[in-house]
């Protein structure tokens, strides 16, 4: 069965440095989804892409979260600098078109900054 | 905005029905939803209603929803030990869903 796929499933990071994640969505699906889930609470949406570009960045943190989906696929989500209030985790989850389809999710990163 | 909330923490005893509620502000939604996340793993869809259902049965789930009082609810019948889990419900705003805060679900033999 296909899955969304992200990596690392851990981070441990100190604050002020640099941290990424990816993302690998089910094939074929044109919607991505970058959630942060802060321990205790629901997901709450980053950043959604449409194949590359981005529909929705309203949440995004602009001056220290960059996200990127160069060719439509696969997706990159960066904090620099990282800050201890970053700690949470990061799901991606992905959809064969934007609106009222299934969201699947992906493990998620669970990240640590010290 | 839509506004999301549910009760913290549910317990119940092996066999007997779980009942998780949800309190929604947004009539918009066209679908409601039902995840499940167990513990450090991502979320997944357990079952969906469309806004103008008042309930829909899938195996052990059954969803309710009373559209006047924006309020929705997930039964599960017998329920397992292996149903422990935080569950979520969800609206969705134009194709983004917005979460409530989540119940832990807490079942003891």
């Known amino acids: 069965e296909a899955e969304v796929a992200q990596s690392p499933r851990y981070k441990i990071t100190e604050k002020s440095q640099a941290v990424a994640f990816w993302c690998d969505p089910i094939s074929g699906h044109a919607t991505l989804y970058w959630y942060r889930q802060i321990l205790g609470q629901g997901p709450e949406l980053l950043v959604q892409?449409?194949?590359?570009?981005?529909?929705?960045d309203s949440q995004l943190p602009k001056d220290r979260f960059s996200a990127e989906r160069l060719k439509g696929v696969d997706s990159t989500l960066k904090i620099q600098p990282a800050e201890l209030g970053d700690s949470a985790m990061y799901l991606c989850?992905?959809?064969?078109?934007?609106?009222?389809?299934?969201?699947?999710f992906g493990p998620g990163t669970r990240l640590t900054v010290t | 905005g839509e506004d999301v909330e549910q009760s913290l923490f549910l317990s119940v005893r092996e066999g007997d029905s779980s009942v998780i509620n949800c309190t929604y502000t947004d009539s918009s939604s066209t679908y409601l939803y039902w995840y499940k996340q167990e513990p450090g793993a991502g979320l997944q869809l357990l079952t969906y209603i469309f806004s103008n259902m008042d309930m829909k049965q899938d195996q052990r789930l059954t969803v309710l929803l009373n559209k006047k009082d924006k309020h929705l609810s997930l039964r599960i019948a017998d329920t397992q030990t292996g149903d422990s889990a935080i569950y979520f419900c969800a609206g969705n705003q134009g194709g983004k869903l917005i979460f409530g805060q989540g119940t832990e679900l807490s079942v003891k033999p």
């Open positions: 989850a992905s959809s064969f078109e934007q609106g009222l389809y299934e969201q699947y």
């Open positions: 892409f449409q194949d590359e570009s981005v529909v929705d």
